[in-house]
């Protein structure tokens, strides 16, 4: 197994650390873990709470892996593991706000690989087939961040300006937004019709969620609401969005895991290279993340949209195809 890796925090100058944790354990053990990011900006000895749930997450799926229960035991019981050992971490280290993270997990099983996926971070096989959930909480949010998006940089001559005066609506909610004058009633409003258009839901679900902003989205977190997600956050997991798929070696290629960073995957190519290439491609086309690669943040000149991290495995028989 031909191994390659990157992982680049958000942070431009790489001040801070991000929140994505790789493990490998090569010809066994693939997996990637997308803490999510702290909205209070807390760090704790200096790692934020997103990446100390990744990497306590990834310190629980090697133990699982030595024990043989990342083969044996069922997805949901090694998902609720994880979940415990954030739980655990976040009391060890008084975080104020829950913590949480995605994973994504390819172990080797006999004469097949198993993929184990909770959360946003994806799996493609081949270059081609790719397993990866995507939250409709997202959609909800990016659609409203990108109108508000256009209404602030309509005012604001700095973009970045613009970007980061959209996150704090965005996180803080509409209602604080209106109070404080940042935007108009109707403004709001224009913002949650684009929601409601772009996810599908009713308008009461999707105004509830934007009026209290991101900061509320961890009550939505393993909730059965039409806005809940799956998240191993420490509390006890639901099994809608976890994947749990056996595949046969003989019809494995390669094996591509990757966090949300990148928000395009590339149509050619299965190597770290052209994972980069892409991710300066939407840069180029799409720096504001607004048009044709849409997404919960934009890019800054000192930030990304978001961590990104790439895992490549080329099996031996096709390195030479």
Known sequence: MNIEAFSRSKYKNGTKPGDDIILIEPDTLLAVFDGATD???????????????????????????????????????????????????????????????????????????????????????????????????????????????????????????????????????????????????????????????????????????LKGGIRTQFHYANSTQPLGYASINGKDITVDGLTDVLLSKNDVASIEIFSDGYVSIPTSGIRVGDWEKEFERVETVDFHKTGAFPAVKGSTSVESCDDRTILCAILPRSLTS
């Open 39 to 209: 909205p209070t900006g807390a760090f704790y000895n200096g790692e934020s709470s997103g990446r100390i749930a990744a990497r306590s997450a990834a310190q629980c799926t090697a133990r699982l892996a030595a024990s043989g229960k990342l083969v044996s035991a069922a997805g949901r019981e090694i998902f609720q593991a994880l979940s415990d050992s954030v739980r655990d971490a976040a009391i060890e280290r008084n975080i104020a706000h829950p913590p949480s993270t995605t994973a994504a997990i390819v172990v080797s099983s006999g004469d097949h690989f198993r993929l184990l996926a909770l959360g946003d971070t994806g799996i493609r096989i081949n270059g081609e087939t790719i397993y990866q959930h995507h939250k409709l909480i997202d959609t909800v949010s990016t659609a409203a961040r990108i109108a508000v998006h256009g209404i602030l940089s309509d005012r604001m001559n700095n973009s970045d300006e613009a970007e980061m005066a959209t996150r704090r609506v965005i996180f803080d909610g509409l209602d604080a937004a209106v109070q404080t004058g940042r935007l108009t009633a109707t403004e709001a409003s224009t913002a949650i019709a684009a929601s409601v258009a772009a996810a599908g839901t009713a308008p009461e679900i999707a105004e509830t969620f």
